[in-house]
């Protein structure tokens, strides 16, 4: 009966909520220690919803050989385009999406996966990987069986105990709209960690429930809200969510190191683990 449950974000399909627990649940009781509150890792459970995007028969824990010709939807582009140009801004190493493609020219998806690959937050990450990324938000969005079945999994992990739901990546997208959803959950602390919730036309505005007039709806029962994102997440864009949701969102930044979006930098730290001493108190 947990008093926590974490949410992971994209590329977990080949683990399970309990490899997953056994690094993210320490990490998270190390930030609220840091903070000067005390959670022990069996009051910790995961939301795990990994699988539901993992291939019908895979035999290994490989991702499909993808390349950027398989990056065909609109969706997707967009999307490439939206971390291109974060990326741009940031490092700048990576080279002005503008200026490289001032049209649409056929062979733009390669030039943004390359610019990309060279950038120091995707740097090390396969080619592959990144695209199946961009393939499991699309499939989130666009699917509505995959999308009901991955928030009905939030709310299953979710016992009369807890009170946190903290959430990373595409898991912020999903726990926001499954405490939207229902308000039958004793849950009053949401912290959001390197999400993407702001991001206009592909994220904002495609929420459930529909944003109005630029302001999304407040999730559920939720009392306090926090968002903690690191200046060199590509994925966290735009960093604040304040300005997005009604009530407001206590924005918080920190410092990942190299591994900016990686969720363990993010739960060690003293500002996630001060919003969920918050919570459980």
């Given amino acids: 009966m947990s008093k926590v449950v974490l949410v992971h974000g994209i590329a977990q399909q080949y683990k399970g ?47 499909p050989d993808y390349d950027a010709s398989d990056i065909v939807s609109l969706f997707e582009q967009e999307l ?15 080279p002005d999406p503008v200026k490289t493609t001032r ?6 998806v390669q030039r943004a ?11 090390g990450l396969a080619e592959r990987a990144m695209i199946g990324a961009l393939k499991q938000v699309s499939t989130y969005f666009i699917d509505p069986d995959a999308r009901r079945n ?9 016992t009369p105990e807890t009170t946190v739901v903290v959430a990373h990546s595409l898991g912020s997208v999903v726990a926001y709209e499954a405490l939207c959803a229902t308000r039958g959950t004793p849950v009053t602390t949401l912290v959001t960690l390197g ?11 495609r929420l459930v429930p529909t944003p109005i007039d630029g302001r999304g709806a407040w999730p559920g029962a939720v009392r306090s809200w926090t968002n903690v994102a690191d200046r060199g997440d590509v994925v966290a864009n735009p960093k604040q969510l304040a300005p997005h949701f009604e009530h407001g969102v206590t924005d918080v930044p920190v410092h990942n190191g190299a591994k900016a ?9 003293r500002e996630t683990g001060k919003a969920v001493r918050h919570g459980l108190d």
């Fill in 150 to 158: 991955v928030q009905q999994r939030v709310l299953d992990a979710i």
């Fill in 113 to 123: 996966v390359y610019a990309l690959s060279g950038s120091r937050f995707f740097a």
């Fill in 261 to 269: 979006h990686d969720m363990l930098p993010y739960l060690t730290t």
């Fill in 17 to 63: 909520p309990e490899s997953l627990r056994a690094t993210c649940a320490p990490a998270l009781c190390d930030g609220v220690r840091l903070a000067g509150g005390a959670l022990a890792p069996e009051d910790v459970s995961v939301a795990f919803y990994g699988d539901a995007f993992r291939p019908t028969g895979a035999r290994s824990a490989s991702l």
């Fill in 80 to 94: 490439l385009r939206a971390w291109w140009q974060e990326a741009a801004a940031i490092d700048p190493n990576v």
């Fill in 103 to 108: 049209t649409r020219t056929p062979n733009w």
């Fill in 195 to 205: 999400s993407p919730l702001g991001l206009p036309n592909l994220v904002f505005d």
